[in-house]
């Protein structure tokens, strides 16, 4: 028994002591970072995320998604407003074309979600190494002790600990030398 009590005051003296040599790297600032908001806010990522925009096939397929959104909008209001004239057999058939329609705009949706997450993720790939020296400086710079991504579970983050924007003007900079 004397032993376990021997045991657990140097567990205890350790722990101290270390928890006493850790405070002063403790000590740097907390921050909090939305590393895909910084890297897709540069001035690059702006550039070619317009540029995608600008493909004329992704172009007509925004421009057709945006017109059969507005169709199935105009098919849904006619249908609740003729609804009380028409035939049970009529409903149905305007419920498959507007189902039909809805498909349709879902089709569009994910070709146009695909095409944009896949420019997305072409962007950061590309911008991992400037990024990851970006957040390495601004550590130093800064004096960040802990550094939280933005998108993880904090319940609640002051702006003045967000450094995102100061990550994306590291890297606009980068981009431009």
């Known amino acids: 028994m004397f032993k376990s009590y021997k045991t657990m005051a140097l567990l205890f003296m350790l722990l101290v002591s270390a928890v006493a040599t850790a405070q002063p790297a403790a000590s740097g600032k907390i921050a909090v970072l939305?590393?895909?908001?910084?890297?897709l806010s540069t001035d690059e990522a702006q550039k070619r995320l317009k540029a995608l925009?600008?493909?004329?096939?992704?172009d007509k397929d925004k421009k057709d998604f945006e017109r059969l959104a507005k169709e199935g909008q105009d098919m849904q209001k006619q249908l609740q407003k003729d609804s009380a004239v028409?035939?049970?057999e009529q409903?149905?058939?305007?419920?498959?074309k507007l189902e039909e329609k809805a498909n349709d705009i879902e089709y569009l949706r994910?070709?146009?979600?695909?095409?944009?997450?896949?420019?997305?993720?072409?962007?950061?790939?590309d911008m991992q190494t400037k990024y990851t020296?970006?957040?390495?400086?601004?550590i130093k710079s800064e004096n960040i002790g802990l550094l939280i991504n933005k998108?993880?579970?904090v319940m609640h983050a002051d702006?003045?600990?967000?450094?995102?924007?100061?990550?994306?003007?590291?890297?606009?900079?980068?981009?431009?030398?």
């Open 133 to 138: 020296k970006a957040v390495s400086d601004l």
């Open 159 to 177: 702006n003045s600990y967000d450094i995102t924007n100061k990550v994306t003007d590291a890297l606009n900079k980068a981009n431009s030398q």
């Open 91 to 96: 409903k149905d058939a305007q419920r498959k």
């Open 110 to 125: 994910r070709k146009l979600g695909g095409r944009q997450q896949e420019a997305m993720q072409g962007i950061v790939e």
């Open 34 to 39: 939305d590393p895909e908001g910084a890297i």
């Open 53 to 58: 925009a600008a493909q004329p096939d992704f």
């Open 86 to 88: 028409l035939s049970p």
């Open 151 to 153: 998108r993880a579970a």
